[in-house]
């Protein structure tokens, strides 16, 4: 079973590219961040089209939205509301298998790492305190579960292109990486990418749209992630960044992340 995440960054100006994602990893399901369209407005015809005509959307206008694109059907599908807000940040799936599958798009942040004077990262630390609560609570040893999304924090060293530089600006600030690695073991989860592609190597999926030469510069960071639970951690058998998307027409400013499981 091949999952990729993506932050598509706008799902209807970027059908083109999507269809590219789709013919060059093919992966069975394609869970999708910040589509930026209501639910009754999201291009299903057209996606179905792709071959995912299985699919649970949970939208808005102009702003975040999730999905789960599959070529499989779910046996069951829901999404959840974090921090009293009804903002499109969760969606969930229930696999073949038994396999819960949940995509996230934690909240950005804003640019202080300060929730005293910036109510948006304010709110991105109470929504990871919710998920970890949320996670602690439904704790099962045999739970065969894949948490995956635009996490919006690049928790290791090797995460960012200056860990120095980067201490404090929002996503790599001690703080984050210290709530990110609670909701981690809250699952608890293992971070299925750093499994195959190993911390020690510099990894980044996200690079800025203000960086014009953003390859050659590489001042990227690793946002994107793919989390499974202990009874699929031998199942995962490769885990790759479609970093080349990064560079093609009409971008996002994220580029793909794959992980394969042994089913």
């Known amino acids: 079973m091949k999952i990729t995440t993506w932050n598509i960054n ?8 999507l269809a590219k994602v789709a013919e060059a990893i093919s992966p069975d399901i394609i869970c999708l961040q910040e589509i930026k369209v209501t639910t009754e407005l999201f291009p299903a015809d057209e996606i179905a089209a792709m071959g995912y005509p299985y699919q649970v959307v949970s939208g808005m206008k102009a702003y975040n939205g999730v999905a789960i694109l599959s070529n499989t059907p779910f046996q069951k599908t829901g999404l959840r509301d974090w921090c009293g807000k009804r903002d499109a940040r969760h969606v969930f799936a229930l696999l073949p298998g038994n396999i ?22 304010d709110h991105k630390l109470k929504f990871l305190r919710a998920m970890t609560r949320w996670a602690q609570a439904r704790q099962e040893a045999d739970a065969q579960r894949i948490l995956v999304g635009d996490l919006n924090i690049a928790p290791l060293e090797t995460d960012v292109w200056s860990h120095k530089q980067l201490l404090k600006v929002v996503s790599h600030s001690p703080v984050e ?39 050659t510069n590489d001042k990227g960071r690793r946002l994107d992630h793919i989390w499974v639970t202990e009874p699929l951690a031998d199942a995962i058998i490769e885990a790759k960044v479609l970093r ?20």
Not at 244 to 263: N, Q, Y
């Open 10 to 17: 706008g799902v209807r100006s970027r059908l083109k590219t």
């Open 100 to 121: 819960e599958l949940h995509n996230v798009y934690v909240p950005a942040g804003g640019d202080i790492p300060d929730p005293k004077v910036n109510d948006k990262f």
């Open 177 to 215: 990486i210290e709530l990110l690695e609670k909701l981690r073991k809250s699952g608890p989860w293992k971070d299925a990418v750093r499994q195959v592609i190993l911390p020690h190597e510099p990894l980044y999926s996200w690079w800025s749209y203000r960086s014009k030469d953003w390859s």
């Open 244 to 263: 080349e998307a990064r560079g093609w027409c009409k971008p996002s400013d994220h580029a793909p992340v794959t992980v394969t499981l042994k089913i």
